[in-house]
């Protein structure tokens, strides 16, 4: 069915946002470990240091979430975030020692919290009920972290990671200026909600999708706090690093181009549970094979399901269970919950057991966490034809 002028997805608008958003956390994930070894802090205050990062992220996307919901204007929140962040993060070349870093990533991210999610729910909104084409904008972010992260592998053979401030600067000015390409929001009103927030979170199958997300940003903890350390240890060069980062995005972007193809024979469930269970089957093999490249490389491979398929299911089920004037909050507690209170724990955890055997053990503790996801879902979500349909 065609749609009216009025009702156009602005494409390429909404994918340059993606886009620079994801090159900026190709310059965190995989290299802001390595930078803060760089400037000397241990292993057990990176995880500390990563820890506070996301937990700041539990709260902080709740907040901006209601006052999206409240005021409609989820543009002008966003952009805001965007400044701030920008003022905070220049701050870098000045701070020194563990508490003042600690400052500086708590208050990046709580401004930073009001981006990603806000500009979810902005998307949707231009979405409307085709979610399944939501991996075609997205695809763009994960472009966006594999053009970082290879162009900075191959510089950081050469020049040194201590320079990392510099681009990640230069992609938040990005961010912030394709913000103001995507049209502003007049305040939207929704109509009310047939249940309220706490009652719609009270249902089983909420329950279990949030908790199986938490549990696969647990066990993704381990991966994007100390992977680049773990591979270092190993031997591989900067360059081999930002290539096995890149290769798994690589993989994630082919699955975005493909899962609103397969969302119409696979059930929603089905995805979700091969997505866990081919975490558990990536973390052991990480752990025990890292020195076997092409297992490595495979390991590597599954990303498009542990990240890709993940995240284009998580938001079906966060567009079916939260509507209306609940839209902010439910991508907010996604937010928080996951990739704020499971990702926070997941690097703590981590930053505790990594001196132990660097490494080997944290990985096996993050297949253990993705394994429990797996039989969560097995039991308590509903099944579902596919398209979603609910048997």
Not at 235 to 258: D, K, Q, R
Request: aromatic share 16%; hydrophobic share 55%.
């Amino acid at each position: 069915m065609m749609r009216s002028d009025s009702e156009k997805v602005p494409y390429w608008r909404l994918s340059s946002f993606y886009f620079f958003y994801f090159a900026l956390l190709g310059c965190i994930s995989p290299y802001w470990a390595l930078y803060l070894d760089g400037r000397g802090f241990s292993a057990v205050e990176i995880g500390e240091l990563m820890a506070l990062f996301g937990l700041v992220r539990v709260l902080a996307p709740n907040v901006w979430g209601a006052l999206g919901d409240y005021t409609g204007r989820r543009m002008a929140l966003l952009r805001l975030g965007c400044g701030i962040c920008f003022v905070i993060f220049a701050n870098i070349f000045w701070v020194d020692g563990f508490i003042s870093m600690a400052l500086l990533m708590v208050g990046y991210g709580f401004f930073w919290a009001a981006v990603l999610p806000q500009f979810e729910v902005v998307t949707l909104n231009y979405l409307k009920e085709r979610t399944d084409d939501y991996s075609r904008i997205r695809i763009w972010g994960s472009i966006g972290f594999v053009v970082a992260v290879l162009i900075l592998g191959l510089l950081f053979d050469f020049i040194s990671l201590l320079n990392l401030p510099v681009f990640m600067l230069v992609l938040l000015l990005a961010i912030l200026i394709s913000s103001l390409a995507v049209k502003g929001e007049k305040k939207v009103v929704y109509e009310e909600a047939g249940e309220g927030f706490m009652a719609l979170l009270m249902r089983p199958a909420v329950i279990a999708f949030l908790l199986a997300a938490f549990l696969m940003q647990l066990s993704h903890g381990a991966y994007y706090t100390f992977f680049s350390l773990f591979l270092q240890g190993h031997g591989y060069s900067s360059s081999w690093i930002g290539f096995l980062w890149a290769l798994g995005v690589l993989a994630e972007v082919l699955v975005f181009l493909v899962i609103h193809r397969m969302f119409r024979w696979v059930s929603y469930k089905i995805v979700l549970l091969v997505s866990l269970l081919l975490a558990v089957v990536r973390w052991y093999v990480t752990a025990h094979f890292a020195d076997v490249l092409w297992l490595l490389i495979l390991a590597q491979l599954t990303h498009a399901a542990t990240f890709g398929a993940m995240h284009s299911v998580s938001m079906h089920y966060i567009h079916k269970y939260f509507k209306g004037r609940h839209q902010g909050q439910g991508q907010a507690l996604f937010s928080s919950l996951a990739y704020g209170a499971g990702g926070a724990l997941g690097a703590y955890m981590s930053g505790q057991i990594w001196m132990k055997d660097f490494g080997v053990t944290m990985f096996e503790w993050a297949a253990v966490s993705a394994l429990i996801g797996v039989l969560i879902v097995a039991v308590f979500t509903p099944a579902e034809k596919a398209g979603g349909v609910a048997d």
